[in-house]
């Protein structure tokens, strides 16, 4: 049972528009989650997070939103550009378990067209 | 700040030999993590160290699978014997304490099984 879901496998948008990526998760004891981004042979780098606490987490082009009860999340990029373009990886953590394990999701590959 | 290092970072071999991955953390990480990423999904935990202790292996496939962080330092991961299923990138990360759920990883170590 995956407990984490990225349902879209890729996803591709213009230059400068808008790039929405979509995570659901299963498991209700998750309450910190992450977004890392991958490029081709180098391991995943932290994005950005987002605390059970808040619905909204901004850092630059990058916002992610929590909406706990519908248990989805999403990363906003603001606007795209091509060097955005790289798998990206939702994980969600349970703070009150092992707060260090993660679960991943299996990724979306953002492709930014110039 | 030196990153993850992860070595080697490719090998093949035939099923049923054995092989070894070797990772060294950002020094003063005490949180050392591997992972297994099959192609097209995400990475899966194997194992979870904190310091040289155990913390998570409920994922590692304990009759072919070791790990080992002795000093609490670097690690090695090994299979013995390998299956053509093992075929993968070993994706290592620590981070500063359990606590601290953002992750740094290493490059990997892309495992071909023949």
């Known amino acids: 049972d995956q407990q984490v879901k990225q349902n879209s496998p890729s996803l591709s948008v213009q230059e400068g528009r808008i790039s929405i990526l979509n995570c659901d998760y299963t498991?209700?004891?998750?309450?910190?989650f992450l977004w890392y981004k991958k490029y081709p042979a180098e391991g995943p780098t932290f994005l950005i997070s987002?605390?059970?606490?808040?619905d909204k987490n901004e850092d630059g082009r990058f916002t992610v939103f929590l909406n706990k009860s519908a248990k989805h999340l999403s990363l906003h990029i603001v606007p795209s550009q091509p060097g955005d373009s790289a798998v990206y990886f939702c994980a969600a953590s349970g703070v009150t378990t092992n707060a260090g394990k993660s679960t991943f999701g299996d990724g979306t590959t953002l492709t930014v067209k110039p | 700040e030196a990153g993850v290092a992860q070595s080697p970072r490719y090998k093949i071999i035939e099923k049923r030999q054995s092989v070894a991955f070797w990772c060294n953390p950002i020094?003063?990480?005490?949180?050392l993590y591997w992972y297994q990423q099959i192609l097209g999904q995400g990475p899966k935990l194997l194992i979870q160290f904190q310091n040289n202790g155990v913390v998570d292996d409920s994922q590692l496939p304990k009759d072919r699978f070791s790990a080992e962080r002795l000093k609490g330092v670097d690690s090695t991961l090994k299979i013995q014997p390998a299956k053509l299923e093992d075929s993968a990138v070993y994706l290592c990360?620590?981070?500063?304490?359990?606590?601290?759920?953002?992750?740094?990883f290493g490059p990997g170590t892309r495992l071909t099984v023949l």
């Open positions: 987002i605390s059970s606490i808040k």
């Open positions: 498991n209700s004891m998750f309450d910190y």
């Open positions: 020094s003063g990480h005490a949180t």
């Open positions: 990360a620590s981070s500063l304490d359990h606590h601290v759920m953002q992750q740094f």
